[in-house]
């Protein structure tokens, strides 16, 4: 049986952050108010497109599972359990699987907490961005930094061993100090992984279009600055980094990321999810209501045009493009070897000239057959990870 991950959106939030540009809607608390009245039928329908996968399901073994959003913490009691239903009748999960929910401070209660473990959910992720008040109202954030300490204990007392804090750096006003103080109150929890990102202005955003705050955005040598701080103190507490912008306990790496990474199959699975599946990438369509009518009979035939808007099968030369520079941001690199067996040649033959001109600038080597950024090499990633797109 080959491995698969899957991933399942939920669009549902209280209120859309200041930065965010993903498919959410705002409902209110509790998901009942606006577009939140399509919760059961979006629930329904979530459930009958896992169980339309039944034709292949029995081919594979879902090695990871993830609950991302939107905010998977909003929906109501029994609803995470009706989707984790829908998955284990259709599919065979492996004994060790990774699954992962994601929550929001502001909406995870002790209840919610231990549903999720009691029907199979094993990891956490927890958006807490900064332990500083302020700068959590800036982005529009829900909850407080004492949301957050008592979301973890919650996470905790409910048995959850597996949990990441995302953290945010980079952000309008945020100082040296106010970004380190959150990393060592992040410390004191001593989560099995953290996810640490600089902040990103979208486009038709309300962070990208207040100028107040985008003239407060750190420049890119304190942008820098905080990042080498980060894997200084997280290296000093026994966290690796495997990915540019994640640490992990030994032995905590994310499997669900580490697939997207390493080109491994996955399928999406809700409103806007995109899937790689036999070097196909396909995404189904953004529109809540046409999502939920297409699966609303769960007897009828769908037609794929019709519920999913990119269809992609990918060629050599997109797959060579995507081996790399997703395999270059982890820092295990990527094996020559590995490159050779998937497309029956040469890494060299490829990607020789680049890759030369990277190792002699000192930002990447070659070392014993493994290609992989340098420090000097990680300061400038996107510059360099673009340089692997094929003409």
Request: glycine share 8%.
């Amino acid at each position: 049986m080959k491995e698969l991950g899957i991933y399942v959106h939920i669009p549902f939030c209280i209120r859309k952050c200041n930065y965010c540009d993903f498919l959410s809607y705002e409902t209110g608390k509790n998901c009942t108010e606006g577009i939140g009245i399509y919760r059961k039928a979006y629930i329904d329908a979530l459930c009958a497109e896992i169980r339309s996968y039944r034709y292949m399901a029995k081919r594979y073994r879902i090695s990871t599972i993830f609950i991302g959003g939107g905010t998977p913490s909003i929906l109501m009691p029994g609803d995470i359990t009706n989707i984790m239903d829908a998955l284990k009748d259709t599919f065979c999960l492996a004994e060790n699987a990774e699954i992962s929910i994601e929550v929001n401070p502001g909406t995870l209660t002790a209840a919610k907490a231990g549903e999720y473990a009691e029907c199979g959910i094993n990891r956490m992720s927890i958006g807490l961005q900064s332990a500083n008040d302020k700068e959590l109202a800036m982005l529009g954030r829900i909850h407080n930094y004492e949301q957050f300490l008592v979301a973890f204990d919650t996470a905790r007392e409910a048995g959850f061993q597996n949990i990441n804090v995302d953290v945010m750096a980079a952000l309008p006003g945020q100082t040296i100090h106010s970004y380190l103080d959150t990393i060592g109150k992040v410390l004191k929890c001593a989560p099995e992984h953290i996810s640490s990102y600089s902040l990103i202005i979208e486009e038709d955003t309300p962070i990208s279009e207040n100028k107040k705050l985008l003239a407060l955005l750190p420049d890119e040598e304190l942008d820098r600055q905080m990042y080498e701080a980060t894997n200084k103190l997280l290296s000093l507490s026994n966290y690796n980094r495997y990915e540019i912008s994640n640490y992990a306990k030994p032995g905590f790496e994310c499997k669900h990321n580490i697939g997207y990474w390493t080109l491994g199959e996955y399928i999406g699975m809700g409103t806007g999810a995109s899937s790689f599946w036999r070097n196909r990438r396909f995404t189904n369509t953004r529109d809540i209501k046409k999502y939920i009518t297409a699966f609303s009979d769960k007897n009828s035939h769908l037609d794929e045009t019709e519920i999913r808007t990119v269809d992609e099968t990918l060629n050599s030369d997109r797959l060579m493009e995507e081996f790399m520079f997703l395999g270059l941001r982890m820092m295990q690199g990527i094996s020559v070897a590995d490159f050779n067996d998937y497309f029956g040649h040469s890494v060299y033959k490829v990607y020789g000239e680049v890759i030369d001109k990277y190792i002699k600038s000192g930002h990447l080597i070659n070392d014993g057959g493994i290609i992989k950024l340098t420090k000097q090499g990680i300061d400038v990633s996107n510059i360099i990870l673009a340089d692997f797109l094929l003409e």
